[in-house]
């Protein structure tokens, strides 16, 4: 840039001022009067604020919309003053010149570890992180303790009725997942007629 122009410099400009023949800065810019200098320029578009939108538009503000549709009222004065700040955040105009909608978190840089305000940020995500992963292990205890409960009332009804025989060994056939909210399998193979024609 213009020697005129320059306001800062580090090490790499330092360096190539070293480098360059003459004594004084005119003689080392040479017949363009040029040196290498720092450009500082304001771009909000970074890697913490990146993290930032995508917290708030993909994580908190689908965790309000979720609550909304639980039809909970515990909390609705607090949700809806929060969605009104995200929706708020969201519109204003630094915000938009933020390119998140690919964003793609990795890891955190400097910033969001050790910067105050980003660092509180980076906090509560990693705070919803561990307690999505423990709802999801709770869920899947649920699961297993309702095919264990429905299997020993299935098995106790059963018992209950003449003519049907439960094999000892049989196991209830129970998804994952709930298939519209079901959890058993249509089998009854556990299930056998007792032969009374003789009795």
């Known amino acids: 840039m213009s020697v005129a122009r320059i306001q800062e410099m580090d090490a790499a400009c ?3 001022y070293i480098r ?3 004594k004084t800065a005119a003689q080392k810019a040479g ?3 040029e040196l290498m200098g720092v450009q500082r320029y304001q771009d909000y578009n970074t890697a913490e604020n990146k993290f930032l939108v995508y917290f ?3 994580i908190l503000h689908l965790e309000c919309y979720r609550y909304e549709r639980s039809n909970v009222n515990q909390y609705e004065k607090q949700v809806q003053k929060f969605r009104f700040l995200l929706d708020a955040f969201k519109q204003h105009p630094t915000v938009q010149t933020i390119q998140a909608s690919r964003y ?5 840089n400097y910033v969001l570890q050790q910067n ?3 660092s509180s940020f980076w906090k509560a995500y990693l705070d919803y992180v561990k307690k999505k992963k423990q ?3 709770l869920w899947a205890y649920r699961n297993q303790l309702l095919a264990d409960t429905v299997y020993i009332f299935l098995l106790s009804a059963l018992i209950q009725f003449t003519g049907l025989v439960v094999e000892p060994l049989s196991r209830l056939e129970c998804n994952a997942s709930p298939d519209k ?3 058993l399998k249509n089998s009854l193979s556990y299930v056998k007629t007792r032969d009374t024609s003789g009795i």
């Open 14 to 16: 330092l360096r190539d």
């Open 20 to 22: 360059r023949p003459g």
């Open 31 to 33: 017949s363009k009067q």
């Open 56 to 58: 708030a538009e993909k």
């Open 104 to 108: 793609q978190f990795t890891q955190p």
């Open 116 to 118: 105050p305000t980003y």
């Open 135 to 137: 709802k999801q292990q």
């Open 181 to 183: 909210g079901h959890y």
